[in-house]
């Protein structure tokens, strides 16, 4: 579980990446077991949380192997929960997008990791960037090699 002292880098996990990493190797792996021990913090609103639950279920039919609810429990219980209503965006082309927009101005997040292209074209919107699993990897994770 996430360290309660985790860094102060604060991100926005995008659906894609979330549900990449708990079904998948590499980059969005990679990301998830350094959040796991603690070198940053995972910023969500219940609507995000909802999207996560909704997707892992109607993935994990294809992999009955993989416990999701092992990982979401731990995503609800070790990500900070922050309350988006007094949060108006509408920046993204797709409408649906804007959630993870509002999560990280709520949760004062300055990074949405995303292989959405809508909320790609976005970075930059607040001071908000938008990296790929790969680059936030690189950028803020990487330290021996991949996967380490």
């Known amino acids: 579980m996430p360290s309660?002292?985790?860094?102060?880098?604060?991100?926005?996990?995008?659906?894609?990446?979330?549900?990449?990493?708990?079904?998948?190797?590499?980059?969005?792996?990679?990301?998830?077991?350094?959040?796991?021990?603690?070198?940053?913090?995972?910023?969500?609103?219940?609507?995000?949380?909802?999207?996560?639950?909704?997707?892992?279920?109607?993935?994990?039919?294809?992999?009955?192997?993989?416990?999701?609810?092992d990982v979401l429990e731990l995503i609800a219980l070790g990500a900070e929960l922050v309350d988006t209503t007094s949060v108006d965006v509408k920046v993204c082309r797709d409408p649906a997008d804007d959630k993870f927009i509002a999560c990280a101005i709520a949760g004062g997040a300055r990074v949405i990791v995303s292989g959405d292209k809508h909320l790609l074209e976005v970075s930059g919107y607040r001071g908000i960037t938008v990296p790929r699993p790969r680059a936030f990897w690189e950028i803020h994770l990487r330290r021996k090699g991949p996967g380490t």
């Open 4 to 69: 309660k002292k985790s860094a102060r880098l604060r991100v926005v996990i995008d659906t894609n990446v979330l549900i990449s990493g708990i079904f998948f190797t590499g980059p969005p792996y990679w990301i998830l077991k350094e959040w796991r021990e603690g070198a940053f913090r995972i910023v969500v609103s219940q609507e995000i949380m909802e999207e996560y639950e909704r997707v892992a279920q109607e993935i994990s039919s294809r992999f009955p192997s993989v416990d999701i609810g």
